[in-house]
């Protein structure tokens, strides 16, 4: 299994600029979270899907923010337009209850976001 | 809204020692998790606890549950280079509901 893939890696990009982050989870898992790290606020839950439909947004920032999950092997977050505070790494996690562990969390690599 | 609260922030350890780190929540957990995040990694998944005092053991790392499942530890025994990281606890129902602590970055010194 290539676990939870999230691409770009690394993103740059100027003030108001649109930026689309990616993430394939794994196949099978069921829910689908996009979490923002920063170091004043840690890792900050943004957004969660269930069987590709959103259940809470109530972490995405602002309306700049936008998330889609279309089909249960895809999902991106939107931002338009971006600001030099959105600059973070943002996670992509995945989980499926079913497996056990009571929804462990399986994290991509994260995208690395700096606007410039 | 629930806090989960972790110290400390930051620890240096000389390579043997042991290290801790504590979690505080506001609330009641129904189960904890922790999460270990290499530098310029991903968080990843250790354990996770569900009842009252449980306590559990991977090899030099030992994880506890308070009594009154608001509180839990990990620690490590004798230290080694492949520790260092950020360990993170997470306390809530299921994933959706998780709420992560700040961390504590450990550094372990050669």
């Known amino acids: 299994d290539a676990g939870v893939i999230q691409s770009p890696r690394h993103e740059v990009t100027e003030m108001g600029q649109e930026v689309t982050l990616r993430c394939k989870p794994i196949?099978?898992?069921?829910?689908l979270f996009w979490y923002r790290q920063t170091m004043m606020r840690g890792l900050e839950l943004l957004i969660y899907f269930n069987n590709n439909v959103p259940i809470d947004d109530s972490g995405m920032p602002e309306d700049r923010f936008s998330a889609k999950m279309p089909n249960a092997s895809f999902s991106t977050l939107k931002i338009q337009p971006s600001e030099p505070r959105d600059s973070a790494v943002y996670f992509c996690a995945s989980s499926n209850p079913l497996w056990g562990e009571n929804e462990k969390l399986f994290f991509g690599s994260g995208t690395q976001l700096s606007v410039l | 809204g629930q806090q989960v609260m972790q110290i400390p922030q930051y620890q240096h350890v000389q390579e043997g020692e042991d290290f801790t780190t504590y979690c505080n929540s506001s609330?009641?957990?129904?189960?904890i998790q922790w999460y270990k995040q290499r530098p310029g990694g991903h968080p990843v998944f250790l354990i996770q606890?569900?009842?009252?005092?449980e306590v559990k053991k991977q090899k030099r790392l030992t994880f506890q549950f308070g009594e009154a499942k608001k509180n839990s530890s990990l620690h490590i025994t004798a230290t080694q280079t492949t520790d260092v990281g950020t360990y993170f606890c997470a306390g809530g129902g299921s994933a959706r509901q998780l709420t992560f602590g700040s961390g504590t970055q450990l550094t372990v010194l050669p």
């Open positions: 609330t009641t957990l129904s189960n």
């Open positions: 606890l569900v009842k009252s005092g």
């Open positions: 196949s099978g898992h069921n829910s």
